[in-house]
């Protein structure tokens, strides 16, 4: 019963999200093409993100002379 309703949420947030961005008007290759990019592009900004934000905030401390 959860499992179903659970199913059921992500159903409509897909179809939301298909709203949204105007994805219904597309065919189904062209948008699994979207998606593809899309996907790809977040990924890379989510590891380049966790890669070299820490060595930004330690430069902006020392910067700053917060951390010696």
């Not at 947030?13 to 949204?20: A, D, G, I, R, T």
């Not at 948008?31 to 996907?39: D, I, K, Y």
Request: charged share 10%.
């Amino acid at each position: 019963m959860a499992l179903a309703r659970a199913w059921k949420q992500m159903s409509w947030f897909y179809y939301q999200y298909l709203l949204v961005t105007a994805l219904y008007m597309l065919e189904p290759w062209e948008r699994t093409a979207f998606n593809s990019m899309l996907v790809s592009v977040v990924g890379m900004a989510l590891y380049t993100g966790y890669v070299f934000m820490p060595q930004h905030i330690m430069a902006i401390l020392h910067y700053f002379e917060i951390v010696q």
